[in-house]
């Protein structure tokens, strides 16, 4: 940076992709060597921009994260962990699922090497050598890791780890056994963590976190006397934040923050004063370096709108010629397609690179069989406003409808062109993986066996739901547990070569497998024999849990229809000291009550139709059509009343 302007030091020709960019250098000299990952190479720059290393790595797969610290070199593909150190491969590790990144704890302050993986299904895997040492389950699935202070922290082994559903932690590595610290939740419902820094930008002398997110927040959190992390500063960028550093970069002697985002815009949060107070009758006085900036900035913005008229007009004969061939530009998207575990709704988040978006059309398509037509459950277009580079939309799914949601993305350029995006919505949509379940819990068991192989079990199981490597895992047999995130009820799923064994607190799960699996080995002319043991227990725990969330609708319902009644008399009255405590609540939180019913009737529409398909399930594995009595049930719905409902269920 020269004068408050960014100067280009060198550049490369362009090639592939950059997955990662990491400084490094010999131990416990200044990190000033620049090393890249593109495609399955390593090169090194000196910051002058020589090329000293050219590293070809052999990786039958693209590398996606990077680590480098003194001469060890340690990289991961999508499964594959790979550490070199000197150019030469030491070790090797196959991971179960996803790799997202992978750091290795400071060499010069800890006695062995010690990497780590953040894994997909909610662990982290600490290795030694090219075995795992020991597994940490964390909240959520991790999408990036980072040394505590830079360093390590005190002891050397803190790693802050930020996950794909927007929690940040802190946990120490020991030789023996992982040590939770700290853990910030994600209230305020924001987008994941993409990366974290640790840099004093307070002025306190103690380093701060710096945290980017994929929705364009930027925090700064600080570590108070109990070592919990406050945050004392956020600001919402546009665009996702791909990157973040501390550091003293515009200015001397006033610290700045420097993010990168999606589309390649680097900007700077400095902690300069940039308002000046004047009093009544002084004079703004604008210093030579300002009014430089600002004429260098008019200067820039002239040129480029002249760029701007001679590209339009170099377009517009090229566009008469008669030699002229159309072609569509390329545009790059980046988009997530991610269940919320807060609401049960997926988000699916869409951003294009260096282009506006025009519309956005979505179709949602049902898996259909031969003798089904393909309708469509949704069709909708979004008509963008000006300058809108990022999307976000949310989606409800109802467990047991599946099929694909395509999404059509057209730009704001010419010659009009789209790209097409389609995302699988899975039979058992609403399930989440975890790490344990509660096996007291009243189970239904459906048994698969048939001549099948481990392959073709696992690739059933990909099909029905989310969250499972496409990669069968390495053993005989596999076991998987999972949670639905609207009622709570788990799945456990444990198969091999030949059989597979579900259970489920809900009869509902168990029906939705028993159907999807049935047709899916159909198509593929494999035998099922199918076996299930339901447990009618189950029924009334499954309705003990649906019972909290929808007394709450319904009380909610009843709450927003007494607002206008309290309103009038709080008018007529001027106060409201004379209503009881419960009317006072009501008043206070209206705006909030009335904007959480906006919600309601899907969040009711839901619940009754999990209540029925529940009923309908019930009977059907007795063989039993109940179809007829559904609207009396509705009835009993819309005057609940819990011991009512579970007597219908009974008596039925």
């Known amino acids: 940076m020269k004068k408050g302007e960014a100067v280009a030091v060198f550049k490369t020709l362009p090639g ?3 997955a990662r960019l990491e400084l490094g250098g010999v131990l416990n000299t200044p990190q000033e060597k ?60 196959l991971s179960e699922d996803k790799i997202n990144d992978v750091i290795c704890l400071p060499v010069e302050r800890v006695p062995q090497i010690t990497p780590i993986l953040a894994c997909q299904d909610r662990v982290l895997r600490v290795l030694q ?119 003293c970069v515009g200015k001397d002697g006033y610290d700045e923050i420097v993010v990168s985002t999606y589309s390649g815009w680097v900007t700077g949060l400095t902690t300069e004063p940039v308002h000046k107070e004047i009093g009544p009758g002084e004079e703004l006085k604008i210093n ?61 988040i869409l951003e294009i690179c260096l282009m506006w978006i025009r519309t956005l059309q979505l179709s949602a398509s049902a898996a259909a069989t031969p003798t089904e037509s393909n309708d469509n459950f949704l069709l909708a277009t979004y008509r963008c406003q000006a300058n809108t580079t990022r999307l976000e939309l949310k989606i409800l799914s109802i467990e047991g409808q599946y099929g694909t949601l395509q999404a ?27 790490h344990c379940i509660d096996h007291s819990r009243p189970m239904n068991t459906l048994t698969l066996t048939g001549q099948f192989s481990f392959a073709e079990v696992h690739s059933w199981v ?31 799923s444990v198969y091999r070569k030949g059989e597979g064994v579900f259970k489920s607190d809900n009869i509902s799960t168990i029906s939705i497998l028993k159907d999807v699996l049935s047709k899916e080995a159909t198509k593929r002319k494999i035998n099922l024999n199918i076996s299930y043991e339901i447990n009618e227990v189950s029924v009334r725990h499954t309705l003990m849990l649906i019972h909290p969330k929808l007394e709450y609708q319904l ?26 405590p419960e009317y006072r609540c009501i008043l206070e939180e209206a705006d909030h009550l009335q904007e959480e019913y906006k919600k ?47 007597a219908f269920f009974d008596a039925a």
């Not at 924001?190 to 925090?219: A, Q, Y």
Request: proline share 4%.
């Open 16 to 18: 592939q992709k950059i």
């Open 34 to 93: 620049i090393f890249i990952a593109a495609g399955s190479e390593i090169r090194g720059f000196t910051k002058r921009g020589k090329q000293f290393l050219s590293f070809e790595t052999n990786l039958t797969e693209s590398i996606k994260a990077m680590h480098i610290s003194g001469s060890d070199l340690f990289l991961s593909a999508s499964y594959i962990y790979n550490h070199y150190c000197d150019c030469k491969d030491q070790h090797y590790y």
């Open 129 to 247: 050598g090219s075995d795992v040492m020991y597994e940490i389950e964390v909240p959520g699935p991790p999408a990036v890791l980072a040394l505590h202070n830079g360093n390590g922290g005190n002891s050397g082994e803190d790693l802050l780890f930020g996950t794909a559903d927007g929690k940040l932690g802190l946990i120490q590595i020991t030789t023996s056994k992982p040590v939770h610290k700290w853990e910030v939740g994600n209230e305020r419902k924001r987008e994941g963590i993409l990366c974290i820094d640790s840099f004093h930008i307070m002025g306190d002398g103690v380093k701060d976190l710096l945290v980017g997110r994929d929705d364009g927040m930027v925090e700064v959190y600080s570590l108070d006397n109990t070592e919990e992390p406050v945050l004392r500063f956020d600001l919402a960028l546009s665009e996702s934040v791909t990157s973040i550093q501390g550091g």
């Open 288 to 348: 030579q370096e300002m009014q430089s900036k600002i004429s260098s900035l008019r200067n820039e913005l002239e040129h480029l709108q002249y760029k701007v008229l001679q590209e339009r007009e170099n377009y517009q004969q090229s566009s008469q010629s008669s030699k002229a061939k159309s072609a569509a530009p390329p545009f790059s998207i980046n988009d997530k397609f991610t269940l919320n575990k807060d609401d049960a709704s997926y988000s699916l």
């Open 408 to 434: 059509y993305v057209t730009p704001r350029i010419q010659p009009k062109t789209c790209q097409v995006r389609q995302y699988h919505i899975r039979p058992l949509s609403l399930h989440q993986r975890t």
């Open 462 to 492: 990909v099909f029905c739901l989310p969250e499972v490597p496409e990669k069968p895992p390495a053993g005989e047999c596999v076991t998987f547990h999972f949670q639905n995130t609207f009622l709570d009820t788990q799945l456990e």
């Open 555 to 580: 009380l909610l319902a009843k709450k927003v229809q007494l607002i206008d009644a309290l309103k009038e008399l709080q008018v007529h009255e001027g106060n409201t000291n004379f209503l009881i």
């Open 600 to 646: 309601q009737p899907a969040h009711l529409e839901r619940l009754y139709g999990m209540i029925t398909d529940l009923f309908i399930d019930k009977f059907k594995f007795k063989g039993t059509n109940v179809k007829t009595k559904v609207p009396l049930l509705l009835q009993i719905l819309d005057s609940y009343d819990q011991n009512a409902l579970i």
